[in-house]
């Protein structure tokens, strides 16, 4: 990163509080899933399921994306964070709706209590699209990549529309339709709309940058940016309005989108100038390729295929894991520690290159966690998904362990990260002479 990119960056209590908590969260979503084991072999529209699918993609995967992306902004659009004081606000309220949420779902409590998190979490949704927007704006060009991560913020507002929309439906029925019509919905469009283009967003300009790949043509990007909007949006007025079976088309074309943006990486990754690749890296492909599991399933549970409905209520519980638990998951856990220790790094020994011998980002977290961590983890998903097609309690169990051990071996490598404190320095020398 260069320095006039570094010299964007904004304060480190914007940031590293985002990790803290998504870290814990990711804890709090391991232990709830060993307690949770009962509630996969039966329908999704369940207390504990859903918990574990909002601490997943808001307490876990949101929260996280927050603070990367304060910190990401700057670089991929070259320009300062809008708003820092936004920023911190934004995290308070995602961070009391997110907790207030899981705990509505685990005791199945919807009344005021339920209209509080959610609005809450719109709050924090609407400040964090502001400042996106806004951010975006002062950039000195605009970029496919703005296109996809101010697109996918408009995205997650309406996520949490529909969801707010959803709670109160609950103690007051308005919805012409029953609940779980407008789940799918609520889960599609935060799935597809918010994670899927702001990874991709955020994905064009990191990956390439970390293999030191120079890849400038944006068609297949753009292509897939607008193939992925008019997918998700045709579903959308389909399933509101005119219940066609042409949900599987729609599906298609957001397939056609991704597939669009991994060939973009492979195209960039031919470019590349560094050929070895760290453990981070070597997670981020295997969340790529876990990425085709969803891509798949997602045909399937769009079909309506004449399948057993114990089976089609499995599949559509992978599809779920598979998105959270599988792909995005795993692009956290190889993203964070190709992020977090030049974050940290930067805030500790910025002021010291040059003058003092500093340690390097890739020095300030423990390796040998994360190899187990990712070890752990990609067993853990095996089991969990394996189980739940088994519908086996044992196997899930086994599968929840694994991911217990992940989470807590990837955050005491978070924490050993935001608790570094620069050491004593050794001064440069220059001959006989020791830099000033």
């Known amino acids: 990163m260069s320095a006039a990119t570094t010299s964007n960056s904004p304060g480190k209590w914007v940031v590293l509080p985002h990790y803290a908590f998504a870290a814990l969260a990711f804890v709090a979503l391991s232990v709830l899933l060993l307690f949770s084991t009962d509630a996969f072999s039966g329908h999704y529209f369940h207390p504990k399921l859903l918990t574990l699918t909002h601490v997943a993609a808001l307490g876990w995967a949101t929260m996280l994306i927050f603070g990367a992306l304060y910190q990401l902004l700057p670089v991929v659009l070259e320009c300062k964070l809008y708003s820092e004081k936004l920023a911190i606000i934004a995290f308070g309220f995602l961070g009391a709706g997110t907790i207030l949420l899981a705990w509505c779902f685990w005791h199945f409590e919807l009344g005021w209590s339920m209209h509080v998190a959610a609005c809450s979490l719109v709050i924090a949704f609407i400040l964090f699209t502001i400042n996106v927007a806004q951010t975006a704006r002062k950039a000195p060009k605009w970029t496919i990549e703005a296109d996809f991560i101010v697109t996918s913020a408009i995205w997650l507002l309406v996520t949490g529309l529909v969801g707010l929309l959803m709670a109160v439906n609950f103690t007051t029925p308005f919805l012409?339709?029953?609940?779980?019509?407008?789940?799918?919905?609520?889960?599609?469009?935060?799935?597809?709309?918010?994670?899927?283009?702001?990874?991709?967003?955020?994905?064009?300009?990191?990956?390439?940058?970390?293999?030191?790949?120079?890849?400038?043509?944006?068609?297949?990007?753009?292509?897939?940016?607008?193939?992925?909007?008019?997918?998700?949006?045709?579903?959308?007025?389909?399933?509101?309005?005119?219940?066609?079976?042409?949900?599987?088309?729609?599906?298609?074309?957001?397939?056609?989108?991704?597939?669009?943006?991994?060939?973009?990486?492979?195209?960039?990754?031919?470019?590349?100038?560094?050929?070895?690749?760290?453990?981070?890296?070597?997670?981020?492909?295997?969340?790529?390729?876990?990425?085709?599991?969803?891509?798949?399933?997602?045909?399937?549970?769009?079909?309506?295929?004449?399948?057993?409905?114990?089976?089609?209520?499995?599949?559509?519980?992978?599809?779920?894991?598979?998105?959270?638990?599988?792909?995005?998951?795993?692009?956290?856990?190889?993203?964070?520690?190709?992020?977090?220790?030049?974050?940290?790094?930067?805030?500790?020994?910025?002021?010291y290159v040059g003058r003092y011998k500093t340690p390097l980002p890739k020095d300030l977290y423990s390796h040998t966690l994360l190899r187990w961590q990712n070890i752990s983890y990609l067993l853990g998903f095996i089991l969990l998904v394996a189980g739940v097609l088994l519908r086996s309690e044992q196997v899930i169990l086994a599968g929840a362990i694994g991911f217990t051990i992940t989470s807590l071996l990837y955050t005491a490598n978070v924490f050993r990260l935001l608790l570094h404190k620069a050491h004593d320095l050794k001064p440069f020398t220059y001959g006989n002479a020791k830099a000033a």
């Not at 064009?204 to 897939?224: E, G, V, Y």
């Not at 409905?309 to 795993?330: C, N, P, R």
């Open 176 to 351: 012409p339709v029953e609940h779980t019509h407008y789940l799918k919905l609520h889960a599609h469009i935060g799935m597809a709309g918010w994670f899927l283009l702001l990874i991709i967003g955020v994905g064009t300009k990191l990956i390439p940058m970390f293999l030191l790949a120079h890849h400038k043509d944006t068609k297949k990007l753009n292509w897939s940016y607008n193939l992925i909007n008019a997918g998700l949006i045709l579903f959308i007025l389909d399933h509101l309005l005119f219940h066609t079976s042409f949900l599987p088309v729609y599906a298609a074309l957001v397939i056609v989108g991704v597939a669009l943006f991994l060939l973009y990486l492979r195209d960039a990754a031919r470019t590349r100038q560094r050929q070895d690749l760290d453990l981070g890296m070597k997670q981020t492909i295997v969340a790529l390729a876990l990425l085709l599991l969803p891509l798949v399933l997602v045909l399937v549970v769009s079909s309506k295929l004449a399948l057993p409905q114990s089976l089609l209520s499995s599949i559509y519980l992978v599809y779920g894991i598979s998105v959270f638990l599988g792909f995005i998951s795993a692009l956290i856990l190889g993203q964070t520690f190709k992020t977090l220790p030049f974050i940290v790094w930067m805030h500790a020994y910025e002021d």
